[in-house]
């Protein structure tokens, strides 16, 4: 008698973002620091129109969050959170960050749940909803 065997090769779900990148390698990925490239406000690109410039945001093992920037003054500013995915790691989760001034015709926008878009080595994109708006930032390596 003949035995046949049959493999089955059962590979890991590889769930993506809409937008590109593996939430299974969401964790490595996010753990460095990134600068703003470009800004949308309800799909069009707002980035010149921006009151802050030299935006950096940086993800730490530790699970803290810096985030820096000059603001509309001309006047370094830099402040120290903390960050963590939702359990899908669809979002990522900030506290304990103030708003920020974007553009004039938001004066204060703020969020503690980004949505992301795109999480690969060389971007990060994610967006949420404030005042009306949909605010999307992304980023780059820093």
């Known amino acids: 008698m003949a035995f046949i065997m049959v493999g089955t090769i059962i590979l890991p ?4 973002y809409a937008d590109g990148g593996s939430k299974g390698k969401a964790e490595k990925r996010i ?3 990134w600068k703003l ?9 707002a980035t ?9 945001e940086e993800y730490k093992e530790d699970g803290s969050y810096v985030r ?20 899908d790691k669809d979002q990522i989760k900030i506290n304990g960050v103030s708003s920020l001034e974007l553009s004039a015709q938001h004066s204060t ?9 795109k999480l690969k080595k060389d971007e990060l994109w994610y967006s949420y909803s404030n005042g009306g ?5 992304h980023l780059t390596p820093n």
């Open 13 to 16: 779900s590889c769930k993506k």
């Open 31 to 33: 753990k460095i620091s």
């Open 37 to 45: 490239e470009s800004y949308y406000m309800d799909g069009v690109d």
């Open 48 to 56: 010149s129109g921006l009151l802050i410039s030299g935006y950096i």
């Open 68 to 87: 820096s920037y000059t603001d509309s003054s001309g006047d370094a500013f830099s402040e120290t959170g903390t960050w963590q995915f939702d359990s």
């Open 109 to 117: 926008v703020s969020t503690s749940d980004y949505d992301i878009l």
């Open 133 to 137: 708006s949909l605010h999307e930032f």
